[in-house]
């Protein structure tokens, strides 16, 4: 990840930012897991420490939609335009970016332990 987009992670922690590259939005971090459980996206592992998902532009009507029936804050960041936020969702203290994390953080431990069992019981 690069610096940018950690420093806004660090002031929007409890926030889904959705990075515009191109034709893709894509999540850094926790915010990767968050997308990953709600929508089955799958997760990259970028370098030792680092997770992203991303999902075409086509997409966003619907992402932004359970996004708001989740009551989970976010902000759509377009990286060309200087990191200027395109549209914003703040759901105050009904923000329910936490909760849901602790659930992402569960499911995609558990599909990556699955994932591995898989991949060791195909290679026998």
């Given at each position: 990840m690069n610096?940018?987009?950690?420093?806004?992670?660090?002031?929007?922690?409890?926030?889904?930012?959705?990075?515009?590259?191109?034709?893709?939005y894509h999540a850094y971090g926790r915010d990767a897991y968050v997308m990953s459980y709600l929508f089955g996206y799958k997760i990259k592992q970028i370098g030792d420490n680092h997770r992203e998902c991303g999902f075409p532009?086509?997409?966003?009507?619907?992402?932004?939609?359970?996004?708001?029936?989740?009551?989970?804050n976010y902000l759509l960041i377009d990286r060309?335009?200087?990191?200027?936020?395109?549209?914003?969702?703040?759901?105050?203290?009904?923000?329910?970016?936490?909760?849901?994390?602790?659930?992402?953080?569960?499911?995609?431990?558990?599909?990556?332990?699955?994932d591995n069992i898989n991949k060791y019981v195909e290679d026998i």
């Open positions: 610096k940018m987009i950690n420093e806004i992670k660090e002031i929007h922690v409890e926030d889904i930012c959705l990075f515009k590259v191109g034709n893709f532009i086509g997409a966003m009507s619907k992402v932004t939609a359970k996004l708001q029936n989740s009551s989970i060309r335009n200087n990191y200027d936020v395109d549209e914003k969702e703040d759901y105050k203290e009904n923000n329910k970016y936490g909760r849901f994390y602790e659930k992402a953080h569960k499911y995609v431990s558990c599909k990556n332990r699955l």
